[in-house]
Antibody, heavy 113, light 112 residues
């Protein structure tokens, strides 16, 4: 069974950094692209970042490009999202996904002073 | 960016009834590899989104055949027949053809 478990969310001040993790199990991690998608409270879904199975290429929308970095450790079956220069509009539940098909339960990031 | 427009924003349906949701994209979703990366998701209250349909018309693992997807180019439809209580929630369409990948605004399905 595919399982994706996100951790690392919490309350952070504007301008600070936070790193999310997603531990994957139930499939061969290094065979799949992985992504992060977020959902602001009461709002819709927004794709945040993707990484190829080898980690050699990454993709971002303009809203986070230059501030967020997606990475992976295939030996540890773990996906990461390093978030820098956080803004109030980054407040959201962040979901880890495998190929946009399987989703974790999400971790809430609140950016507030 | 590709804008995904879902209609209606909300929908009331009777149990056992049938309904459909429309999703239109601002440009063709046919990828250079020939595939059309149009997906449909359902987000039940308090839960993560779950994939229903991928590449326009393919039901994901475990999705009942009451759900069907159709369309091409820029115009897509999700049909739900014999609506059951567990079908209630917010439906999203999504395109993974053009960067940045984008979602529709959502359609809330409620009981009449």
């Amino acid at each position: 069974e595919v399982q994706l478990v996100e951790t690392g969310g919490g309350l952070v001040q504007p301008g600070r950094s936070l790193k999310l993790s997603c531990v994957a199990s139930g499939f061969t991690f290094n065979n799949y692209w992985m992504s992060w998608t977020r959902q602001a409270p009461g709002k819709g879904l927004e794709w945040v970042a993707s990484i190829t199975n080898s980690g050699g290429s990454t993709y971002y929308p303009d809203s986070v490009k230059g501030r967020f970095t997606i990475s992976r450790d295939n030996a540890q079956n773990t996906l990461y999202l390093q978030m820098n220069s956080l803004r109030s509009e980054d407040t959201a539940t962040y979901y880890c996904t495998r190929g946009m098909a399987y989703w974790g339960q999400g971790t809430l990031v609140t950016v507030s002073s | 960016d590709v804008v995904m427009t879902q209609t209606p924003v909300s929908l009331s349906v009777s149990l056992g009834g049938q309904t459909s949701i429309s999703c239109r994209s601002s440009q063709s979703l046919v990828h250079s590899d020939g595939n059309t990366y149009l997906y449909w998701y359902l987000q039940k209250p308090g839960q993560s989104p779950q994939l229903l349909i991928y590449k326009v018309s393919n039901r994901f693992s475990g999705v009942p055949d009451r759900f069907s997807g159709s369309g091409s180019g820029t115009d897509f439809t999700l049909k739900i027949s014999r609506v059951e209580p567990e079908d209630l929630g917010v439906y999203y369409c999504y395109q993974g053809t053009h960067y940045p990948w984008t979602f529709g605004g959502g359609t809330k399905l409620e009981l009449k």
